[in-house]
């Protein structure tokens, strides 16, 4: 199957309408052994959690039907074994696919209600892998990186104008054509990052306010693609550029995003901000609770405040001084652990995983930092999170990670998002001598010493 970054959509999320199922009929030649079929969407704009909508196991030949309950128009994804397809579901819809698993992308065929939509999301991942692709990082020049992009763009255009848009049901025909608007700017801020591979370190470049032209007449209360990433990012990328231009008072942002915004793209947007200031709010518990209440009390989703709520009531549960979360993880022998096990060390946790770039990245650092302690005054814990497991042992094998190398498996790793709330890794935090918190957001093993000093000097 191809392998390309698949954004996902969830525009009924926030809508709070009783779910109707979306029925497909899916039907698969050479089937793998076992195998089973699912059809897998977003829990929501915010957290952006994979749900499973419906799955079934599935024999070669065999039709099954799988029944999708969505409040309003979705992207979805199906899948089976190694293999996946884009969807795009609609309330009440019936949709027949089939396929033959040897030769995926060249048997599926669609049938039924919105096949149009999908046959032309096939066609587009088809045209995005046969489209020359250059890395941003390889460009240096802001005009020259604007052209390019500008072309792609434009080529992407001439691709849905060519499409049989008329068999396309309006709710898609309004997606498909936004999408081409919007995400591309993504593609355009990932200019402002740069990587240095030598040193390992990413950092940001100032670009200037014309380099951003299509953002600044972004429609920005665009209620139907308020929860599409690409459109969000859009918005994101206005916010920052025209609209809060680097203030940092969270007050002043949470107040310019609520008179600049409106309707679902205010929630999202509003939501979005506090979840990643959430630390900030914790520090200041009075402004926290403020903007937090505020926020549930002009949400027009629940499910979304809600979030927000948990989230908040969470980072309070993790500030310095409180017990350590309990989570537990594997050994490489199979053995339990759990943080409490520690207590009477400083216990330094890195959440990693094999798959993650800048984590692999790191160990070098933490290696070199583990070697300054001794291991009577600090425990080196890593925690491989999300992972496969047999990676994970070959990794060990090449790579010393000291005596405290966990997994965390599945149901491991849903207990410590549950209890620790892991947005990104790597994830670092430092647990004091007595089993409680010092930082639930700690520094990488490059700047991290003088803090994990002071704490063993402290015993």
Same mark, same amino acid.
């Given at each position: 199957?191809?392998?390309?970054?698949? &954004?996902?959509?969830?525009?009924?999320?926030?809508?709070?309408?009783?779910?109707?199922?979306?029925?497909?009929?899916?039907?698969?030649?050479?089937?793998?052994?076992?195998?089973?079929?699912?059809?897998?969407?977003?829990?929501? @704009?915010?957290?952006?959690?994979?749900?499973?909508?419906?799955?079934?196991?599935?024999?070669?030949?065999?039709?099954?039907? +799988? *029944?999708?309950?969505?409040?309003?128009?979705?992207?979805?994804?199906?899948?089976?074994?190694?293999?996946?397809?884009?969807?795009?579901?609609? @309330?009440?819809?019936? &949709?027949?696919?089939?396929?033959?698993? *040897?030769?995926?992308?060249?048997?599926?065929?669609?049938?039924?209600?919105?096949?149009?939509?999908?046959?032309?999301? +096939?066609?587009?991942? %088809?045209?995005?892998?046969?489209?020359?692709?250059?890395?941003?990082?390889?460009?240096? =020049?802001?005009?020259?990186?604007?052209?390019?992009?500008?072309?792609?763009?434009?080529?992407?255009?001439?691709?849905?104008?060519?499409?049989?848009?008329?068999?396309?049901?309006?709710?898609?025909?309004?997606?498909?054509?936004?999408?081409?608007?919007?995400?591309?700017?993504?593609?355009?801020?990932?200019?402002?990052?740069?990587? =240095?591979?030598?040193?390992?370190?990413?950092?940001?470049?100032?670009?200037?306010?014309?380099?951003?032209?299509?953002?600044?007449?972004?429609?920005?209360?665009?209620?139907?693609?308020?929860?599409?990433?690409?459109?969000?990012?859009?918005?994101?990328?206005?916010?920052?550029?025209?609209?809060?231009?680097?203030?940092?008072? %969270?007050?002043?942002? =949470?107040?310019?995003?609520?008179?600049?915004?409106?309707?679902?793209?205010?929630?999202?947007?509003?939501?979005?901000?506090?979840?990643?200031?959430?630390?900030? &709010?914790?520090?200041?518990?009075?402004?926290?609770?403020?903007?937090?209440?505020?926020?549930?009390?002009?949400? !027009?989703?629940?499910?979304?405040?809600?979030?927000?709520?948990?989230?908040?009531?969470?980072?309070?549960?993790?500030? $310095?001084?409180?017990?350590?979360?309990?989570?537990?993880?594997? =050994?490489?022998?199979?053995?339990?652990?759990?943080?409490?096990? &520690?207590? #009477? $060390?400083?216990?330094?946790?890195?959440?990693?995983?094999?798959?993650?770039?800048?984590?692999?990245?790191?160990?070098?650092?933490?290696?070199?930092?583990?070697?300054?302690?001794? !291991? *009577?005054?600090?425990?080196?814990?890593?925690?491989?999170?999300?992972?496969?497991?047999?990676?994970?042992?070959?990794?060990?094998?090449?790579?010393?990670?000291? @005596?405290?190398?966990?997994?965390? *498996?599945?149901?491991?790793?849903?207990?410590?998002?549950?209890?620790? #709330?892991?947005?990104?890794? @790597?994830?670092?935090?430092?647990?004091?001598?007595? #089993?409680?918190?010092?930082?639930?957001?700690?520094?990488?093993?490059?700047?991290?010493?003088?803090?994990?000093?002071?704490?063993?000097?402290?015993?």
């Amino acid at each position: 199957m191809l392998v390309l970054l698949v &954004l996902t959509l969830l525009t009924g999320a926030a809508t709070g309408q009783t779910p109707k199922p979306a029925a497909i009929t899916f039907r698969c030649e050479h089937a793998p052994p076992d195998a089973v079929v699912a059809i897998t969407s977003v829990s929501d @704009p915010i957290e952006w959690r994979e749900i499973t909508l419906d799955s079934a196991s599935i024999r070669s030949r065999e039709v099954v039907t +799988l *029944d999708c309950n969505v409040d309003g128009p979705t992207t979805a994804e199906l899948h089976i074994g190694e293999q996946y397809a884009k969807l795009f579901l609609e @309330p009440g819809m019936h &949709l027949t696919i089939s396929v033959d698993y *040897d030769a995926f992308d060249s048997t599926l065929t669609f049938e039924g209600d919105g096949a149009a939509n999908q046959r032309y999301l +096939l066609r587009e991942l %088809l045209h995005d892998f046969q489209t020359p692709q250059t890395k941003y990082t390889l460009f240096t =020049d802001a005009a020259t990186y604007r052209r390019y992009i500008d072309s792609v763009q434009n080529s992407h255009r001439d691709f849905y104008r060519t499409s049989d848009t008329l068999a396309m049901t309006p709710a898609f025909r309004h997606y498909a054509a936004s999408v081409i608007e919007y995400q591309y700017v993504y593609s355009l801020n990932m200019f402002s990052v740069t990587y =240095d591979p030598a040193t390992q370190q990413f950092s940001n470049r100032e670009l200037p306010d014309w380099f951003y032209s299509s953002v600044r007449n972004l429609p920005l209360n665009d209620d139907v693609m308020a929860a599409d990433p690409h459109y969000m990012t859009a918005v994101d990328v206005y916010l920052d550029r025209f609209v809060i231009k680097g203030e940092n008072d %969270l007050r002043t942002v =949470d107040r310019k995003i609520d008179s600049t915004l409106s309707g679902s793209v205010q929630d999202v947007q509003l939501g979005t901000f506090l979840r990643r200031r959430i630390n900030a &709010l914790v520090r200041d518990q009075t402004l926290g609770d403020s903007l937090v209440s505020a926020y549930e009390s002009t949400c !027009t989703s629940p499910g979304l405040s809600s979030i927000i709520r948990g989230q908040y009531n969470l980072a309070l549960s993790l500030r $310095k001084g409180q017990p350590a979360p309990m989570v537990s993880a594997i =050994d490489i022998n199979g053995e339990p652990h759990t943080l409490q096990e &520690l207590k #009477g $060390k400083v216990v330094y946790v890195d959440i990693w995983a094999t798959w993650c770039l800048p984590c692999v990245a790191a160990m070098k650092a933490s290696r070199e930092l583990r070697r300054e302690f001794s !291991t *009577d005054d600090i425990a080196f814990v890593y925690i491989a999170f999300e992972d496969d497991i047999e990676r994970w042992r070959s990794y060990l094998k090449n790579n010393d990670l000291g @005596p405290h190398a966990w997994f965390a *498996d599945e149901v491991m790793s849903e207990q410590i998002q549950q209890r620790i #709330g892991v947005h990104g890794i @790597p994830r670092y935090m430092i647990i004091d001598h007595d #089993g409680n918190i010092h930082s639930a957001e700690a520094p990488g093993p490059d700047h991290v010493k003088t803090t994990l000093q002071e704490l063993v000097d402290r015993e």
